[in-house]
């Protein structure tokens, strides 16, 4: 679907595909050393363009995961996805989402349209997704406030879930968004 930005660029919000795989694994590179939001750095992201490929096939034969990502002029700017926590009974009402924009693409609302996408995929899958769980660097308050404004609310804390390289931690937030009315 595409969406206009607070900016008037148009952005693009769609399935990611197998011919996305080289941009997609720049996109995982650039952000992880963008970030210290995230749980890997660049020089972790050490997957191959054909295993990249294996993986988006897999996607798209997968009714319990999905990866959207935000495309401006041919150029993958971010991507969200969204996973069942666990292929059991149990679990299948339950969803865990990742989500990343390059830098440069910040505040411009794509992180919005991304969470619209992925909130209209759990609810329209079947059996409908009936809450979404993530966790997020406390600190990061850019995601944090969009996090909040689409209704997610905390329910845990880690301290220490992170440790960097120069021996400095950062804490985590647990946070759900519910979809029904069981909460």
Same mark, same amino acid.
């Given at each position: 679907?595409?969406?206009?930005?607070?900016? %008037?660029?148009?952005?693009?919000?769609?399935?990611?595909?197998?011919?996305?795989?080289?941009?997609?694994?720049?996109? $995982?590179?650039?952000?992880?050393?963008?970030?210290?939001?995230?749980?890997?750095?660049?020089?972790?992201?050490?997957?191959?363009?054909?295993?990249?490929?294996?993986?988006?096939?897999?996607?798209?034969?997968?009714?319990?995961?999905?990866?959207?990502?935000?495309?401006?002029?041919?150029?993958?700017? %971010?991507? !969200?996805?969204?996973? !069942?926590?666990?292929?059991? !009974?149990?679990?299948?009402?339950?969803?865990?989402?990742?989500?990343?924009?390059?830098?440069?693409?910040?505040?411009?609302?794509?992180?919005?349209?991304?969470?619209?996408?992925?909130?209209?995929?759990?609810?329209?899958?079947?059996?409908?997704?009936?809450?979404?769980?993530?966790?997020?660097?406390?600190?990061?308050?850019?995601?944090?406030?969009?996090?909040? @404004?689409?209704?997610? !609310?905390?329910?845990?804390?880690?301290?220490?879930?992170?440790?960097?390289?120069? %021996?400095?931690?950062?804490?985590?937030?647990?946070?759900?968004?519910? $979809? @029904?009315?069981?909460?």
């Amino acid at each position: 679907m595409v969406y206009i930005l607070r900016n %008037g660029l148009k952005v693009n919000i769609r399935e990611i595909q197998e011919g996305d795989a080289k941009n997609f694994i720049e996109l $995982l590179k650039i952000t992880h050393a963008e970030s210290k939001f995230l749980g890997s750095s660049d020089d972790e992201v050490d997957i191959t363009i054909e295993e990249e490929i294996e993986k988006i096939k897999e996607i798209r034969t997968d009714d319990k995961i999905e990866i959207f990502v935000a495309e401006i002029d041919d150029k993958i700017v %971010g991507h !969200v996805s969204v996973s !069942v926590v666990r292929n059991r !009974v149990r679990y299948l009402h339950r969803a865990r989402i990742g989500i990343m924009i390059l830098k440069d693409y910040t505040g411009m609302g794509i992180g919005g349209k991304l969470m619209s996408e992925m909130i209209n995929w759990c609810n329209t899958r079947s059996p409908k997704i009936e809450q979404i769980e993530l966790e997020i660097v406390i600190g990061n308050e850019i995601a944090y406030n969009m996090y909040r @404004n689409f209704g997610f !609310v905390e329910y845990g804390k880690l301290a220490n879930a992170f440790k960097y390289p120069d %021996g400095t931690y950062a804490d985590q937030y647990f946070m759900v968004k519910y $979809l @029904n009315d069981n909460k």
